[in-house]
């Protein structure tokens, strides 16, 4: 996590030279934060620069970029104030980015020492501790950082994870203990912290929180038990929060309700008609299939909408249009992946030729931020007690974020403005290829190893891209052996 990360909507060759100015002009700790953010994020170029040469002409050299320029700003801005906490931490994370885990600690140990309750240092201590497998000593980091910022969510699940990761379950389901025992003060403290957790507002959440509460009551009464807040409690309460507002994921952008819920007919919204008119220029014969078909009537019904006076009944093609619409966000990206589907299936079928311009890529409505992912991972919803329909919204919810980066809503200059054309037919073998920095002693490689010698050979060849180091690990050793 890094701290202070500074809102750039303007293009970096506008507000860099404004950093730099306020740097010349004044220096100070602060800005070097400041720049250090925003430099850490530049990518390093793959290729070395052409500088000029002192002996003449240019020579190829590696000019310090991203992560070299943000380590030397963050290091600058020490020698002007070795007391401030969010250098040391933002110096912590860029180091533990690139892989310094134990120069990492340090740095967070300094900004913990100098700024014991900054919540943000305390998380990113514990995560790294953790990180060095020292999951045991990163649950008392996660507990203060809990106590600092009780509604910080990556602490609370910070601490969920290490307490489950060393099955340490005292106040796992707030299930607390009326008689005094030797761990009660460590079990009330957690008790204490998840209290001040700011309470769910979304219904859904809200009536689940209800529920698991509800598990305990009365029990307490006669029995030697009462029921709290606990921690697993508090990760469900987030998750489910996260959920309910997910699910408002660009609304407004494309359909205007009325103002307060109520009142007119919804009505499009000029994003939606840029958005249909731009789909339909790609899908110029509307008979070319239901989704142009599909693309060109909602274009239709929009525009008719959209000129109707104010107060009159929608259209009834409209109408059926915006009850598809129901979470915005998602309605807008699904339609974009299917016609970037059949855009490609044209080139495949030699219907449209490179250079076409209903073959420009497809551009998602402008203001379509990026969509929310939950804090519980996919693979670790099985540890948490969430019902089969919030294992599905989370894998949902992650897709559509990866969906989101792929079709380039989060701003992506490597993609060409073209649909690329797609490969050649495969002669004679499909070639398929899996990549994973898990193809070592790792739970998915467990599961996964015998999966690549069962393609059939006659018509697949396999290839495993590993993105980190043999461990000299049988399950590596089988991987590598029956890929290929």
Same mark, same amino acid.
């Given at each position: 996590?890094?701290?202070?990360?500074?809102? @750039?909507?303007?293009?970096?060759?506008?507000?860099?030279?404004?950093?730099?100015?306020?740097?010349?002009?004044?220096?100070?700790?602060?800005?070097?934060?400041?720049?250090?953010?925003?430099?850490?994020?530049?990518?390093?170029?793959?290729?070395?620069?052409?500088?000029?040469?002192?002996?003449?002409?240019?020579?190829?050299?590696?000019?310090?970029?991203? /992560?070299?320029?943000?380590?030397?700003?963050?290091?600058?801005?020490?020698?002007?104030?070795?007391?401030?906490?969010?250098?040391?931490?933002?110096?912590?994370?860029?180091?533990? =980015?690139?892989?310094?885990?134990?120069? #990492?600690?340090?740095?967070?140990?300094?900004?913990?020492?100098?700024?014991?309750?900054? =919540?943000?240092?305390? %998380?990113?201590?514990?995560?790294?501790?953790?990180?060095?497998?020292?999951?045991?000593?990163?649950?008392?980091?996660?507990?203060?950082?809990?106590?600092?910022?009780?509604?910080?969510?990556?602490?609370?699940?910070?601490? #969920?994870?290490?307490?489950?990761? @060393?099955? =340490?379950?005292?106040?796992?389901?707030?299930?607390?203990?009326?008689?005094?025992?030797?761990?009660?003060?460590? #079990?009330?403290?957690?008790?204490?912290?998840?209290?001040?957790?700011?309470?769910?507002?979304?219904?859904?959440?809200?009536?689940?929180?209800?529920?698991?509460?509800?598990? $305990?009551?009365?029990?307490?009464?006669?029995?030697?038990?009462?029921?709290?807040?606990?921690?697993?409690?508090?990760?469900?309460?987030?998750?489910?929060?996260?959920?309910?507002? $997910?699910?408002?994921?660009?609304?407004?952008?494309?359909? /205007?309700?009325?103002?307060?819920?109520?009142?007119?007919?919804?009505?499009?919204? !000029?994003?939606?008609?840029?958005?249909?008119?731009?789909?339909?220029?790609?899908?110029?014969?509307?008979?070319?299939?239901?989704?142009?078909?599909?693309?060109?009537?909602?274009? !239709?019904?929009?525009?008719?909408? #959209?000129?109707?006076?104010?107060?009159?009944?929608?259209?009834?093609?409209?109408?059926?249009? @915006?009850?598809?619409?129901?979470?915005?966000?998602?309605?807008?990206?699904?339609?974009?992946?299917? @016609?970037?589907?059949?855009?490609?299936?044209?080139?495949? /079928? $030699?219907?449209?030729?490179?250079?076409?311009?209903?073959?420009?890529?497809?551009?998602?409505?402008?203001?379509?931020?990026?969509?929310?992912?939950?804090?519980?991972?996919? +693979?670790?919803?099985?540890?948490?007690?969430?019902?089969?329909?919030?294992?599905?919204?989370?894998?949902?919810?992650?897709?559509?974020?990866?969906?989101?980066?792929?079709?380039?809503?989060?701003?992506?200059?490597?993609?060409?403005?073209?649909?690329?054309?797609?490969?050649?037919?495969?002669?004679?073998?499909?070639?398929?290829?899996?990549?994973?920095?898990? +193809?070592?002693?790792?739970?998915? /490689?467990?599961?996964?190893?015998?999966?690549?010698?069962?393609?059939?050979?006659?018509?697949?060849?396999?290839?495993?891209?590993?993105?980190?180091? %043999?461990?000299?690990?049988?399950?590596? %050793?089988?991987?590598?052996?029956?890929?290929?």
């Amino acid at each position: 996590l890094h701290q202070d990360h500074a809102l @750039v909507v303007q293009p970096l060759a506008v507000v860099l030279p404004l950093y730099y100015l306020a740097l010349a002009l004044a220096p100070s700790p602060s800005t070097c934060n400041n720049l250090g953010i925003i430099l850490s994020a530049i990518p390093t170029p793959p290729t070395p620069t052409l500088v000029p040469s002192l002996q003449g002409g240019h020579q190829a050299a590696q000019a310090p970029m991203g /992560a070299a320029l943000a380590l030397q700003y963050y290091t600058h801005g020490l020698a002007l104030d070795a007391r401030h906490p969010h250098l040391y931490t933002n110096l912590g994370s860029l180091l533990k =980015d690139l892989g310094y885990v134990a120069e #990492a600690v340090r740095m967070y140990e300094r900004a913990v020492d100098v700024s014991p309750g900054f =919540d943000v240092a305390l %998380a990113n201590l514990g995560n790294a501790i953790k990180d060095l497998g020292r999951v045991q000593e990163s649950v008392a980091w996660y507990l203060r950082a809990v106590q600092a910022s009780p509604d910080f969510v990556e602490a609370v699940c910070g601490l #969920a994870n290490a307490m489950a990761g @060393v099955c =340490d379950w005292r106040a796992r389901d707030g299930l607390r203990a009326d008689a005094a025992g030797a761990d009660d003060a460590a #079990a009330e403290r957690i008790f204490a912290a998840m209290a001040r957790g700011r309470q769910p507002t979304a219904p859904a959440a809200v009536a689940r929180m209800q529920r698991r509460l509800a598990l $305990g009551a009365g029990a307490g009464e006669a029995g030697p038990h009462t029921r709290a807040r606990g921690w697993m409690d508090r990760v469900v309460e987030i998750v489910g929060q996260q959920l309910c507002d $997910g699910a408002a994921w660009g609304r407004g952008l494309l359909v /205007a309700r009325g103002a307060g819920g109520g009142g007119g007919a919804p009505r499009p919204t !000029r994003g939606l008609l840029r958005f249909l008119d731009a789909l339909a220029r790609l899908l110029p014969d509307a008979r070319a299939g239901a989704l142009a078909a599909f693309v060109h009537c909602a274009l !239709r019904a929009a525009a008719a909408a #959209a000129a109707a006076p104010d107060g009159a009944p929608a259209p009834r093609t409209w109408a059926r249009v @915006v009850r598809q619409i129901r979470n915005e966000g998602g309605w807008a990206l699904r339609l974009a992946e299917r @016609v970037a589907a059949a855009q490609q299936r044209r080139q495949f /079928a $030699g219907l449209a030729r490179a250079g076409d311009a209903s073959l420009r890529r497809v551009q998602l409505p402008g203001g379509l931020a990026a969509p929310g992912v939950p804090t519980v991972l996919p +693979f670790h919803t099985f540890t948490y007690p969430l019902d089969a329909r919030e294992v599905r919204l989370i894998s949902h919810r992650n897709a559509l974020r990866l969906s989101f980066v792929a079709l380039g809503g989060a701003g992506a200059p490597w993609l060409a403005p073209h649909v690329l054309a797609p490969p050649p037919a495969p002669a004679p073998l499909l070639h398929v290829g899996y990549v994973s920095s898990d +193809f070592n002693n790792h739970p998915l /490689a467990h599961l996964m190893q015998s999966v690549f010698g069962m393609h059939d050979r006659r018509r697949v060849r396999v290839f495993c891209y590993a993105t980190t180091a %043999a461990d000299g690990s049988a399950h590596r %050793a089988k991987i590598e052996r029956e890929a290929g």
